[in-house]
T-cell receptor
Framework: DQQVKQNSPSLSVQEGRISILNCDYTNSMFDYFLWYKKYPAEGPTFLISISSIKDKNEDGRFTVFLNKSAKHLSLHIVPSQPGDSAVYFCAASALGGTSYGKLTFGQGTILTVHP | DADVTQTPRNRITKTGKRIMLECSQTKGHDRMYWYRQDPGLGLRLIYYSFDVKDINKGEISDGYSVSRQAQAKFSLSLESAIPNQTALYFC???????????FGAGTRLSVL
């Protein structure tokens, strides 16, 4: 049972335009969400996160939006740059209880930004 | 130098062989994790350890074992490797303040 889903395996965007990556989750206990970026031959690196008490978090060109009622989050990259081409993973955590610290990952979305 | 170091980076082995993947970290984190990545499946948790005396199974622990030799070292063993364990393996660490995890560069394992 996939508790975190990224339904788009790939996304292609022109340089300078907006990239929108989507993520859905099913476990209502999740209350902290993260996005990771992964380049080939490297490990995933933390990009941005959001707590369930917020609906938006912004860091430079990256903004994450959370819609708790829809159990949906999205990552917006504006403007997109060729160096943003990577695999993006959505992850979720339940901060309380025995699951604290564990992350559940989505399948990943390959973003390609064309010059 | 990398904060989370995985060795080896690449390994080819044969079915039935025992293999160990090693992870060491200089971040001073108490918590360490092992994941595998397969195409279309994302990262799946194999084992995790919240301190030296604590070992917990993840969602796909069958066929794997781990050892936490010290705060900084966490190794993953495949007692008898099989072809469907061919994957990319990642070690990660986190501290007690939050769920953000920091990953090593990965080990690409092929079981023939």
């Amino acid at each position: 049972d996939q508790q975190v889903k990224q339904n788009s395996p790939s996304l292609s965007v022109q340089e300078g335009r907006i990239s929108i990556l989507n993520c859905d989750y099913t476990n209502s206990m999740f209350d902290y969400f993260l996005w990771y970026k992964k380049y080939p031959a490297e490990g995933p690196t933390f990009l941005i996160s959001i707590s369930s008490i917020k609906d938006k978090n912004e860091d430079g060109r990256f903004t994450v939006f959370l819609n708790k009622s829809a159990k949906h989050l999205s990552l917006h990259i504006v403007p997109s740059q060729p160096g943003d081409s990577a695999v993006y993973f959505c992850a979720a955590s339940a901060l309380g209880g025995t699951s604290y610290g564990k992350l559940t990952f989505g399948q990943g979305t390959i973003l390609t930004v064309h010059p | 130098d990398a904060d989370v170091t995985q060795t080896p980076r690449n390994r080819i082995t044969k079915t039935g062989k025992r293999i160990m993947l090693e992870c060491s970290q200089t971040k001073g984190h108490d918590r360490m994790y092992w994941y595998r990545q397969d195409p279309g499946l994302g990262l799946r948790l194999i084992y995790y350890s919240f301190d030296v005396k604590d070992i917990n199974k993840g969602e796909i622990s069958d066929g794997y074992s781990v050892s936490r030799q010290a705060q900084a070292k966490f190794s993953l063993s495949l007692e008898s490797a099989i072809p469907n364990q061919t994957a990319l393996y990642f070690c990660a660490t986190s501290d007690l303040s939050g769920p953000i995890q920091y990953f090593g560069a990965g080990t690409r394992l092929s079981v023939l």
